[in-house]
Nanobody, 119 residues
Framework: QVQLVESGGGLVQAGGSLRLSCVVS????????MGWYRQAPGKQRELVAT???????TRYADSVKGRFTISRDASNTVSLQMDSLKSEDTAVYYC?????????????WGQGTQVTVSS
């Protein structure tokens, strides 16, 4: 059983910063691309940022470019540093990981962590 455990959400004022982290519960599987998505009330889930397996390639939503930074370690953790937060960043943030189980890639999701930015 593989789980993604997120931490770091909370309430922050506009202009402030938060750092989200996500840990994959098992280290014996290969992990491919990892990323963060978010879903605001009444909206669809959207991509925030992704990072390649070796950490060299990143991709960001236009709305967060220059403010958010995704990173990962060599093991099983992906982080999202969020600076200059805006009220429109308020959402539930979900960690995503492509994990190779028995050689086949499968998508796994965290339970979500709430980020609320007050204006």
């Amino acid at each position: 059983q593989v789980q993604l455990v997120e931490s770091g959400g909370g309430l922050v004022q506009a202009g402030g910063s938060l750092r989200l982290s996500c840990v994959v519960s098992r280290r014996d599987f290969s992990i491919g691309e990892m990323g963060w998505y978010r879903q605001a009330p009444g909206k669809q889930r959207e991509l925030v940022a992704t990072i390649s397996p070796e950490g060299r390639r990143t991709r960001y939503a236009d709305s967060v470019k220059g403010r958010f930074t995704i990173s990962r370690d060599a093991s099983n953790t992906v982080s999202l540093q969020m600076d200059s937060l805006k009220s429109e960043d308020t959402a539930v943030y979900y960690c995503n990981a492509e994990i190779f189980v028995s050689g086949s890639p499968r998508d796994y999701w965290g339970q979500g962590t709430q980020v609320t930015v007050s204006s």
